[in-house]
């Protein structure tokens, strides 16, 4: 599966953004979807999971809330609706996919990224 991640771009804190991941090459529900994301000097972090039927999701405490991550099964994509953005979200943005697990938070555990997609938010 090719994953190309879009959606980036320059907000002011409280505002939105809403990220897509377009896959391409087999079905998304034939995977677990997440999105990570990477600060400068940080370590890939989870942001959101989506299992594979797309009823069961996760998110770390600190997105919790203010980001939702969906499935479009006819656009054959992920996307991930952020509010209530913070400075602290500023990062590069990635989509991945596996089809091993069922489901997980680890990076190490994909094995299909797209390319990242900035995400900056003023204060």
């Known amino acids: 599966v090719q994953l190309q991640a879009s959606g980036g771009g320059v907000v002011q804190a409280g505002g939105s953004l809403r990220l897509s991941c377009a896959a391409s090459?087999?079905?998304?529900?034939?995977?677990?979807m997440g999105w990570f994301r990477q600060a400068p000097g940080k370590e890939r972090e989870v942001v959101a999971v989506s299992s594979w039927s797309g009823q069961a999701t996760y998110y770390p405490d600190s997105v919790k809330g203010r980001f939702t991550i969906s499935r479009d099964n006819v656009k054959n994509a992920v996307n991930l609706q952020m509010n209530n953005l913070k400075p602290e979200d500023t990062a590069l943005y990635y989509c991945a996919a596996d089809d091993t697990v069922q489901t997980s938070a680890r990076p190490q555990d994909y094995d299909y990224w797209g390319q990242g997609t900035l995400v900056t938010v003023s204060s």
């Open positions: 090459g087999r079905a998304i529900s034939d995977y677990v």
